[in-house]
């Protein structure tokens, strides 16, 4: 039996001089050929692309979006190029106090009175062309994967980093803002610590972080008069505060995080609500001066939320004579954030 040989460094080894058929040894450097080389030198036996093994898998960008889960979304609508919202304010003679004392045979009956307002939001249209080659249709037919599937998940990822920004930031050429930048939301800065050395949360105690939460959901929940359903829900940071505080412990004697801390002892959670406090890229430098700025809000559509008036979808295909490919039209028509009450969100700089 002839000898195989052995595995010497990562290649095989063949002890003795070249077999038959002039088959050399592996180990010689002078003669080490490639698949390639023996492909050809053994009249095309094997092809190249039969010596690879292929991953199936097609690695997308890396990126993330969440505007999803940061604002109520609304669908549907048609067309329009704005959308309005009614707002309601009622009055009352003398007011609700003693000017609604009366009594019998009186002719001063207080009369309540409404004032009607309406709000008005802009909306625009996304528009993308999806275009496969009419060459590359046909080569697809040799190697199994659709031009058209992968080119919908790059439409798809435009879209949604699209609304991201519209969501946060708005789309600053067609004077929208967003939730981090809305001038008729109230911004301020974050408190001070201790030392009144830093307002960052790095220089901050747990007790001190919890105070900057605190402090602005009241601020929000006064300026709601106190509405049990306008109490904010929802805090959005950037990604290394929450890092930060997910990581680092309330002290060294405790096994519990900032996080956890916080989480459990806030106002919105000692009045029988829950609070989210998420991660948010966009919080990193929306601070006045590039700072990091923490949002606090009530996440609930009576009070905020985004319209798809009309969601994404493709809205028409031809062929294209001069370009040889196929072009498809995907269409969406959207709305810039719609802040029904000003005063429920509440901007704070310098965390």
Not at 229 to 254: D, G, L, R
Not at 304 to 323: F, G, H, I, K
Request: charged share 20%; aromatic share 8%; net charge negative.
């Amino acid at each position: 039996m002839r000898n195989l040989g052995t595995f010497d460094g990562g290649v095989v080894s063949r002890h003795g001089g070249a077999g038959r058929n002039g088959i050399a040894r592996f180990n010689d450097s002078r003669t080490v050929r490639t698949f390639k080389d023996s492909a050809i030198a053994n009249g095309g036996v094997y092809l190249q692309s039969e010596l690879e093994k292929r991953d199936q898998i097609i690695r997308q960008p890396l990126t993330s979006v969440t505007y999803t889960r940061d604002i109520p979304i609304k669908v549907g609508g048609g067309w329009v190029e704005y959308v309005s919202a009614m707002n309601i304010d009622f009055g009352s003679t003398g007011g609700s106090g003693d000017g609604a004392v009366t009594a019998s045979g009186a002719n001063g009956i207080p009369v309540i009175q409404m004032n009607l307002e309406k709000d008005t939001f802009s909306a625009h249209v996304f528009s993308t062309i999806l275009r496969v080659p009419f060459i590359d249709m046909q080569r697809q037919q040799l190697t199994g994967k659709s031009l058209d599937a992968l080119l919908t998940d790059g439409v798809r990822l435009s879209y949604d980093k699209h609304m991201d920004r519209n969501v946060y930031m708005g789309i600053a050429s067609y004077g929208t803002h967003g939730l981090l930048n809305n001038p008729n939301i109230t911004v301020q800065n974050a408190a001070l610590n201790a030392g009144g050395t830093a307002r960052d949360w790095k220089h901050k105690t747990p007790d001190e972080i919890l105070n900057d939460i605190n402090d602005a959901i009241n601020t929000v929940w006064e300026a709601c008069g106190n509405d049990a359903s306008a109490i904010p829900n929802h805090v959005i940071i950037p990604h290394e505060h929450f890092a930060y505080i997910a990581t680092q412990k309330v002290s060294q004697y405790a096994d519990k995080s900032i996080l956890t801390y916080l989480l459990e002892n806030n106002v919105t959670k000692l009045n029988g609500y829950e609070l989210v406090i998420a991660p948010c890229p966009w919080c990193k430098t929306a601070g006045v001066g590039g700072v990091a700025r923490m949002a606090v809000y009530v996440h609930n559509e009576r009070f905020l939320s985004v319209e798809e008036l009309v969601p994404l979808a493709r809205s028409m295909t031809q062929p294209n004579v001069q370009t040889l490919s196929y072009d498809s039209v995907y269409t969406a028509n959207i709305s810039e954030v719609e802040l029904f009450y000003n005063q429920t969100v509440l901007l704070v700089d310098g965390i």
